[in-house]
């Protein structure tokens, strides 16, 4: 297993998909920092309102609101979206889905007959994707407002590595999900169209809505999209560790296993 995960790693660092997944992340980063920063910086807005446009008090009050954010408060309202959960599923399966597409996965499966050793490099590579990406994400999201000149309340170092040991977790869990469906489906339609949807948090808006007409109980709160989303609330800190620890072990498991089914029940 462990000469299949180098390979893996040896492929994912020349891989496009991989660099180009960073890229745009990096990029939409970026704009977000900087549409941040226009709404916060006092003199855009009244020169927006000299040009015609029309600021009202609300917009004044988020103005201020991003002004006093600290660097885990403006960390959480972009990476908390669920837009990491989208990157690293897209991510995941345009590169699984790399070793079905080009044939690569009967070389594997004649060299290394145990389909398990296959699934499971691909579960730890699925953790050091996901990894990636979340570290790359939060030190532009560190770096960025620096270098555009907007300054916000500066956390501890211990707060922010905390941060994203928990953020890391569920988006691991979620990379797994996009390896299970890669496996059943071999193909990358249903990874990517599941990836935009459940990372939005699409999903956990319609169970969430069905749950209010059938009278179930709060089943939304343990998606991965609502489970980042609540990581970290401003003045609150970050959600206790023991519910996204528990959420994220528990479809990691799930999507491990289904994983592991997927690919010793079909054929390759």
Same mark, same amino acid.
């Not at 690293?88 to 145990?114: A, E, Y």
């Given at each position: ?178 390896? @299970? *469906?890669?496996? !059943?489906? =071999?193909?990358?339609? $249903? ?9 939005? #948090? &699409? ?5 969430? @809505? *069905?749950?209010? !007409?059938? =009278?179930?109980?709060? $089943? ?9 989303? #609540? &990581? ?27 994983? &592991? ?8």
């Amino acid at each position: 297993m462990f000469n299949m995960l180098r390979m893996d790693l040896r492929r994912l660092f020349k891989s496009r998909s991989f660099y180009i997944i960073l890229s745009v992340t990096a990029v939409l980063l970026i704009m977000v920092t900087v549409m941040a920063y226009a709404v916060a910086d006092p003199e855009t807005m009244d020169a927006m309102e000299a040009q015609g446009a029309e600021i009202t008090e609300s917009d004044r009050m988020m103005s201020e609101y991003i002004q006093n954010m600290s660097q885990l408060d403006l960390m959480h309202e972009t990476l908390g979206s669920g837009f990491l959960l989208v990157m690293t599923g897209i991510g995941m399966t345009l590169f699984v889905n790399g070793d079905f597409s080009n044939g690569f996965i009967k070389n594997i499966c004649c060299i290394v007959p145990r389909r398990r050793d296959y699934v499971c490099s691909k579960i730890v590579l699925a953790g050091i994707y996901s990894g990636i990406i979340t570290v790359l994400s939060v030190l532009l999201m560190l770096l960025s407002p620096v270098l555009i000149h907007m300054y916000p309340v500066p956390d501890s170092s211990s707060q922010i590595l905390w941060y994203v040991l928990w953020m890391w977790l569920p988006h691991w869990a979620f990379a797994l999900m996009a390896l @299970a *469906l890669v496996l !059943l489906t =071999r193909n990358t339609t $249903l990874g990517i169209i599941l990836s935009l949807v459940a990372g939005s #948090g &699409l999903t956990a808006v319609l169970v969430s @809505a *069905l749950g209010r !007409l059938l =009278r179930w109980p709060p $089943l939304e709160q343990v998606f991965l999209a609502a489970v980042v989303k #609540g &990581l970290y609330t401003p003045g609150g800190g970050i959600a206790p560790t023991g519910f996204v620890l528990t959420c994220s072990l528990v479809w990691a498991a799930v999507y491990g296993i289904g994983s &592991l089914l997927s690919m010793e029940k079909r054929d390759i």
